[in-house]
């Protein structure tokens, strides 16, 4: 089992003369020498430096409190996400699975090995708590593969922010380590540098120009989708919060741009990924739908009076949503794994490596983006309308889920136009985002109705009280009303209002 924690640290070069005297620092009480540890890691990648070239880190390191398999994210500069394994030989499964976006079908190999001589400090406060950890590191480092397999050696100066620990206080350290003469290091890690001073790294961020034909726009919206699956992936795998959410949004937005530039992008070409984005992002949607449900009921739960809570109602609701949700993680986790995924992953990177483009595509981004956008607010208006004509019930139900999904790829492909248009692309990337809410939240009513006449069956069956599952299908009835009739006075606004 992996576990993980944030690390929060930052590196400063050192001219081996050791750690300059840090009791001055504002809140340390003390600082306690923790000894010389002896570290040696080992950090692998692909052939083609595929991890590095994301700022990510595997390695396996002996010695010192958390020997074992080390993967770090990034999160921010001096922030990273580091995900721990046992010791073991091979790279542990769980690990190679959360770099698989990244790595695909390439062999992770030992790249780079560091030898540390780590001599600790612990900074403490008044009452001995631990602020942070300041080492500073003799390290050797030795090219694996690649590169010029040379070697090479510095010194540095680490300071690690302890658990929950306030940025500030590494502000502090910073400070003192100035006034000293320590400098910050050239390098974001060992690993980088090791890379740097060694040979290099095989993949260079590829300069792109800035966007100029209306291609040029669409063909940016969708690589921004294309890395952010890549990207989110691993947070899937570690059910990270929103993660799914997230990444199911990025392959809505890459299919609906298919669709609204279809005079740009050809559709023969297109159209099967975007069947194959649909199959994701309906195996994304199992997890995904089931959580906002049971997090719906739970908050209309919380705003009932106990006087209206009848019968174990939120014992039910537990379990029924365990029910639905039970195996949902390993089957997500298991399309992640397969073969299907990995081919989607490919196309994704062919279509943005050759993208095929039509004659529209050399056009003025004015020229022809603007048209794709009209016609996508045009098709908006028509269902919008024909939703307000229909009677209430299911078939206005479901007219209102169709105006929805419609505002959806209106907002995405106004999204798509914004850097080519400007302010009224922008304009109505938040009208649409405004109306989307108010129909997401018909939407919602309507599912969570469905959710609530299940859920009153199990209770029935099981001889419990229906009253509290009655009373929530009545505010949720409401809900929907309330909707439907702002929806009259919201839409004209909007379309008047619409000048791209």
């Not at 504002?26 to 430096?49: E, R």
């Not at 996400?81 to 959360?98: F, H, M, N, Y």
């Not at 298991?334 to 595509?361: C, I, N, S, T």
């Not at 929530?472 to 909007?494: F, K």
């Amino acid at each position: 089992m992996a576990d993980t924690k944030r690390e929060i640290e930052r590196k400063y070069e050192s001219d081996d003369s050791g750690l300059p005297d840090l009791t001055g620092v504002a809140g340390v009480a003390a600082v306690i020498d923790k000894g010389v540890a002896h570290l040696d890691a080992t950090y692998y990648d692909t052939d083609h430096d595929d991890l590095i070239a994301a700022s990510i880190t595997l390695r396996r390191r002996t010695g010192g409190a958390d020997a074992g398999w080390h993967l770090k994210f990034p999160v921010s500069p001096g922030v990273r996400d580091e995900i721990q394994a046992p010791l073991s030989d091979a790279v542990p499964r769980t690990l190679a699975g959360l770099v698989r976006s990244r790595v695909r079908d390439a062999d992770l190999l030992p790249v780079v090995r560091l030898r540390s001589e780590r001599d600790v400090r612990h900074l403490v406060d008044a009452e001995g708590a631990l602020l942070a950890e300041v080492s500073v590191d003799a390290v050797r480092a030795e090219r694996l593969t690649g590169g010029s397999g040379g070697a090479t050696q510095w010194t540095e100066i680490e300071v690690e922010l302890a658990d929950g620990g306030d940025q500030a206080f590494l502000d502090k350290v910073e400070k003192r380590l100035k006034k000293a003469g320590v400098r910050p290091s050239g390098s974001a890690s060992k690993l980088a540098r090791a890379l740097a001073e060694t040979g290099g790294v095989k993949r260079r961020k590829v300069a792109r120009k800035a966007p100029e034909t209306a291609g040029d726009h669409v063909l940016a919206y969708l690589r921004a989708q294309r890395d952010a699956i890549v990207e989110l992936d691993p947070a899937v795998r570690r059910d990270v919060y929103d993660s799914v959410h997230r990444m199911r949004v990025a392959t809505r937005r890459m299919r609906s741009a298919f669709r609204s530039y279809g005079k740009i992008l050809d559709r023969a070409v297109t159209d099967p990924i975007g069947e194959e984005l649909k199959w994701l992002a309906g195996e994304l949607g199992v997890d995904r739908d089931q959580e906002v449900l049971t997090e719906r009921l739970t908050n209309a739960l919380d705003e009932l009076p106990r006087t209206l809570l009848a019968g174990p109602v939120r014992t039910r609701l537990r379990t029924w949503s365990h029910a639905r949700s039970g195996g949902s993680r390993r089957r997500l986790i298991a399309v992640l794994d397969g073969k299907r995924y990995l081919e989607l992953l490919g196309a994704l990177d062919a279509l943005v490596a050759g993208p095929p483009f039509l004659k529209a595509a050399g056009g003025r981004p004015s020229k022809v983006i603007p048209k794709a956008v009209r016609k996508d607010f045009g098709k908006l208006t028509e269902l919008v309308e024909q939703a307000l004509e229909v009677s209430p019930g299911a078939d206005r139900d479901l007219a209102i889920h169709e105006a929805r999904k419609k505002c959806k790829r209106t907002r995405y492909s106004a999204e798509a136009a914004a850097k080519a248009l400007g302010e009224p692309a922008v304009d109505l990337v938040r009208s649409m985002k405004s109306l989307q809410g108010l129909l997401g939240d018909h939407q919602d009513s309507v599912m969570t109705r469905e959710a609530l006449r299940d859920l009153a069956g199990q209770a029935h069956a099981a001889g419990e009280n229906g009253f509290t599952y009655g009373v929530l299908y009545g505010r949720e009835e409401r809900r929907a009303e309330l909707v439907e009739l702002d929806l009259p006075v919201t839409w004209p606004a909007i379309k008047s209002s619409m000048e791209v």
